[in-house]
């Protein structure tokens, strides 16, 4: 098993943290789908938390097996790093200013079901999602995958496997679930825009090598959907159309950065010899 897990590191984590979270999620709306009965609104967001077993444990899992203490002991140090410039923390602005920019700019030009929600409780679904999710995606995928790809690409590899990996709650996502004829759309949009979070992600753990600032970058995106996105009443259609704008909104800013460092999404190459000592 772990000549396995050594010769496919990646493919095994993915495998593992999908069986996991999804079993888990299974697990919570079985007793409805057994029934055949539809599996209700409170059902579908316990889902999340059982879904954030994937990750957190297949982080950890790995880290162990492959890395020894030695890799158990350089996560920790990563995970408590949150000593940053001030630059870097006003990257964590970014989520919430193009959520509601995107959303008041749509309120303003196209109808005013588009304006903002203003939920504050939402912030706290961002919190477990993003501290434990991170200790799998970011703590032990990213930096396998980048070990054979620019991390770029590495980026948008984890991007789309993390937005697949939201497959089994995707229908409870937005203010207006359920998606109906648009959940493709709405699916791909979804998966458009994180893919660009993930890549504001690594770019902003390869600048800091802090495995917190990307749990903290992952909260405050989570958080701004939940607590400024679109209210309840905007209907499938529009739901699915403001998270496609809020998708190309991000990938201008994923170009921007990617115009200035390039693939390899950090600037000096004293970052890169640290990433590359673990």
Known sequence: MRTLLRQHPVGCFFGITFL?????????????????????????????????????????????????RAGLHILKARLLRWRLRPSWYAVLLIPPVLVLGVLLILQLCVSKAFAPNLFPVGVVFGIPAGYLEEIGWTGFAFDELRKRRTPFAAAIVLGMFWAA??????????????????????????????????????????NT????????????????LVVFGAPPGIGAAREAIWYGLYAIVLWVVVAAIVRAHGARLYRTAAVAGAMRSM
């Open 20 to 68: 996991i979270s999804w079993t888990a999620a299974l697990c919570v709306v079985s007793p409805w789908l057994i029934r055949g009965q539809v599996v209700p609104t409170l059902a579908g967001i316990l889902m999340f938390p059982a879904l954030l077993l994937g990750p957190s444990v297949t982080g950890l899992l790995m880290t162990w097996v492959l890395r020894g």
């Open 165 to 206: 990996w939201h497959l089994p709650v995707i229908d409870f996502l937005g203010a207006a679930h359920p998606h109906g004829h648009y959940w493709l759309a709405f699916f791909i949009a979804f998966g458009v825009a994180m893919t660009a979070v993930r890549v504001l992600m690594s770019w902003l753990y390869l």
């Open 209 to 224: 090598d802090s495995i917190a600032a990307v749990q903290m970058l992952h909260m405050s995106s989570t958080g701004a």
